[in-house]
């Protein structure tokens, strides 16, 4: 039996983040939580576990994410940077459909139903 690389990432605030982002996906990546704020020693481990690989940062469009997204600019560079509509303000109350959208304009594979759901 192959173990299956995953070599994407996707950076994400809170477990409700995490969950709804998974819901949508259609291929294997690894999710990872900031629980809404992390600490420079928590960033560089994940920058070395995940150096090869394609690292996504999708969080709220609120204060608390954005200063978050401006640590990530700073500390990882190299980081694509997803963003939700600023109307749901958070990844969790986004709808599946949005949440989807956003991920397959980064070539993300997602469950086409839900990209379904936005023409009903």
Not at 64 to 70: D, H, M, P, Q, S
Not at 103 to 119: C, P
Request: charged fraction near 30%; aromatic fraction near 8%.
């Amino acid at each position: 039996m192959e173990i299956e690389q995953v070599e994407k990432v996707i950076i994400v605030e809170g477990t409700s983040d995490k969950r709804k982002v998974i819901s949508v996906l259609n291929e294997p990546i690894e999710v990872i939580c900031t629980n809404g704020t992390i600490s420079v020693s928590r960033l560089e481990e994940i920058m070395d576990e995940h150096f090869n690989k394609e690292v996504y940062i999708l969080v709220d469009a609120d204060e608390a994410g954005e200063k978050l997204r401006k640590q990530f600019k700073r500390e990882f560079p190299e980081a694509l940077h997803l963003y939700i509509d600023k109307s749901y303000r958070e990844v969790e109350n986004a709808p599946a459909y949005h949440i989807a959208t956003v991920l397959l304009s980064a070539n993300i594979d997602v469950n086409a139903e839900y990209l379904e759901q936005r023409m009903y």
